[in-house]
């Protein structure tokens, strides 16, 4: 067994209207991968990613100690992760694996700004998941990871013209042109947060920096 001090740690940040343990199971598989995972609740909605990226940068200074630390976002705590990553680059080196986080914006974030009794469901975080993240932090290797199972009420707020998505982001929206990699698995928004093949390209990218051969050849 790897002692726990040589384990590379990993910060795992949920997505909206979650809370840390959403990310367990994968925190589980990263631990059984030779990773040191720490899941962190933070206020996603009332609080919004200015409120917390004080918290978040606590967080990871803590948890990195005086090594390298990565971050695991589902979701929006993908776009958080790379938001306190930028507002804060002295922050440890490391990489960042974003799991359905809508880089380039959500529509369906832009369909609920149109309803005002809609908003509550994205609070202070919709500016973020409309506009997605422009730039990104400099000097990190960012990987994501689409899902293509159009499970979810997505598909009814927001109109994906026929292309995949997961049921809440398309994969489109997980794509910009700075990503170090991107691959599509089989899973829902929120099953890409149990997907096994999810797990495994985490563990690939955050060990090589790029994700694994599937056997019919790139992801």
Do not use: K, N
């Amino acid at each position: 067994m790897m002692a726990r001090r040589d384990r590379q740690p990993v910060l795992l940040l949920h997505g909206i209207w979650l809370i840390g343990s959403a990310m367990g199971l994968l925190a589980r598989r990263l631990a059984a991968a030779g990773y040191a995972p720490h899941s962190l609740t933070w206020p996603s909605v009332r609080g919004g990613p200015d409120a917390a990226i004080a918290t978040i940068r606590a967080a990871a200074v803590h948890a990195a100690g005086d090594g390298p630390l990565h971050w695991v976002g589902h979701s929006l705590g993908g776009l958080v992760a790379l938001e306190t990553i930028r507002r804060h680059p002295e922050l440890p080196p490391g990489r960042v694996l974003c799991l359905g986080s809508p880089l380039a914006g959500s529509l369906v974030a832009q369909a609920l700004a149109r309803y005002r009794l809609a908003r509550w469901l994205t609070g202070r975080s919709q500016p973020l998941l409309r506009v997605g993240i422009g730039e990104p932090p400099p000097e990190r290797q960012i990987g994501s990871i689409a899902g293509s199972v159009s499970i979810g009420l997505g598909a009814v707020l927001a109109d994906f013209a026929g292309a995949p998505h997961d049921g809440t982001v398309s994969v489109a929206e997980t794509r910009t042109a700075w990503l170090a990699d991107h691959c599509t698995v089989r899973a829902s928004h929120s099953g890409l947060l149990f997907s096994g093949e999810a797990a495994r390209q985490t563990v690939a990218f955050l060990r090589d920096g790029r994700f694994a051969p599937t056997p019919t050849g790139r992801p």
